[in-house]
């Protein structure tokens, strides 16, 4: 609680607009969303203490304050990865500045392997729920009782309402958006063949290794949150491609103005 406290007043020192309404995270080669905000202030990730520094070279690292449509936003431009050596802690505490600095709903993106053999390279997908591979949680240790619950319920982690909006947008957008199951794995190598079978096996359509745990601190904290998928590689084991990064990051940001159109929709139709 001191690091979070810490890290809020420094944020606060240098934004001095009204509270945000919405977060949003932005995902791998999915950055086109910054161009739909009024930006009014942007923050340096290495200047707020105790804030994790991405160290991923497609992600940036800056808080971004400013309006889509006349909605109060911030975003994360950078977002933070078990791969990278952090915590658990350390990845979801930019999650609960936000949820402190005022907001009541989370967008999150990423880029993930399609195993759904319906899916596509660049279809987006609704994620509905997720299974979590990852090796623990950001509730393990001592519960902090001021922000959220000793045994929170996840019977429904991703908005049902900010769902169908966001099918309903797509319908009328005439974009393609499926709705499935995304499983969070360590990273950074992507799966072998068996083990996107045995990821199919259990349930799951797409593969990632981010969003669960911010995911989980969203419900510790009672914040609605939506998240989309871009499928940027197929992971049919049976007929399976090498796969790059530059190529990954190629196909997200040929989708990102599909996903930029829904995403500012849904913030400016939304009602937090």
């Not at 907001?103 to 609704?126: E, F, H, P, W």
């Not at 619950?149 to 019977?155: A, C, G, H, L, V």
């Not at 990273?187 to 045995?198: D, I, K, M, Q, V």
Request: net charge negative.
């Amino acid at each position: 609680m001191n690091k979070l406290t810490e890290a809020l007043e420094y944020i606060r020192q240098q934004w001095h607009g009204p509270d945000p309404e919405v977060g949003i995270v932005l995902g791998t080669g999915l950055g086109g969303l910054v161009g739909e905000i009024e930006v009014e202030k942007e923050i340096a990730y290495n200047f707020i203490p105790h804030f994790p520094i991405s160290t991923v070279e497609s992600h940036f690292g800056k808080l971004i304050f400013g309006r889509i449509g006349g909605k109060r936003v911030v975003a994360m431009q950078g977002r933070f990865h078990l791969y990278e050596g952090y915590s658990m802690e350390q990845i979801t505490f930019p999650i609960r500045i936000l949820k402190l600095l005022g907001i009541r709903t989370l967008y999150i993106s990423n880029a993930a392997g399609g195993m759904n053999l319906g899916y596509q390279k660049g279809d987006l997908m609704v994620i509905d729920d997720h299974i979590n591979l990852q090796v623990s949680s950001p509730l393990v240790g001592p519960n902090l009782s001021d922000l959220g619950p000793r045994f929170p319920d996840m019977s429904c982690p991703y908005s049902p309402r900010l769902n169908a909006l966001a099918l309903k947008i797509a319908q009328e957008e005439g974009i393609t958006l499926r709705k499935g199951v995304y499983v969070a794995v360590m990273g950074p190598n992507l799966e072998t063949r068996a083990e996107y079978r045995f990821l199919r096996m259990i349930g799951a359509d797409v593969v990632g290794m981010s969003t669960v745990p911010e995911v989980i601190v969203c419900n510790h904290m009672g914040l609605e949150c939506f998240a989309i998928s871009v499928v940027t590689d197929l992971c049919d084991p049976d007929h399976l491609e090498v796969a790059s990064v530059e190529d990954i990051i190629a196909v997200a940001m040929k989708s990102e103005p599909k996903l930029t159109r829904i995403l500012s929709r849904m913030i400016r139709e939304e009602n937090s």
